[in-house]
């Protein structure tokens, strides 16, 4: 039997680029709705961004799903559909920014029937919006109310901090 087609709908936001962020999701399948989102200290906007498929990607319970990822993101979008993400694959990822997320994102990827479609951000999507809120949220509103983040480890090392 064929499962639903997935509907994925992301976005992620720092306060400073770099300065705390965070990621929102919202899945939809099925008239089912799940929420995600979390933060960081300090890290990237166009981490988060990838960071929200990832995560997105990582809560689907079954593999080969028909997945829409819908975002904002023109880095992560154009990094799907221009080819830049395989061929920066090709290249052992020497070119690109953000490998660790991308080499994490990859096997998610490969996993399922992914298609990426971009939209423009802060007009009036109602999913976008909530992703939007859930990232500012997590990331410099948790840091605003004194809520300790971790550490983005990964942009840390990618930084030599």
Not at 10 to 24: I, K, M, V
């Amino acid at each position: 039997m064929e499962k639903p087609p997935i509907f994925l709908y992301t976005d992620g936001a720092s306060s400073g680029n770099p300065g705390p962020g965070g990621y929102g999701v919202v899945l939809k399948c099925a008239g089912r709705e799940l929420e995600l989102s979390g933060g960081f200290a300090l890290t990237t906007n166009n981490r988060m961004e990838l960071l929200a498929v990832i995560k997105g990607l990582e809560a689907i319970r079954w593999k080969n799903a028909e997945v829409h990822v819908v975002s904002d993101s023109s880095y992560v979008v154009n990094a799907i559909n221009k080819g830049w993400l395989f061929n920066w694959e090709q290249k052992n990822f020497s070119k690109a920014k953000n490998p660790d997320l991308w080499q994490r994102f990859l096997p998610l990827y490969r996993a399922h029937r992914v298609s990426f479609h971009w939209i423009k951000g802060h007009a009036g999507h109602p999913e976008n919006e909530r992703c939007d809120a859930l990232a500012v949220a997590a990331g410099a509103g948790s840091a605003a109310k004194g809520i300790p983040l971790p550490d983005d480890t990964g942009y840390l090392e990618q930084m030599n901090l």
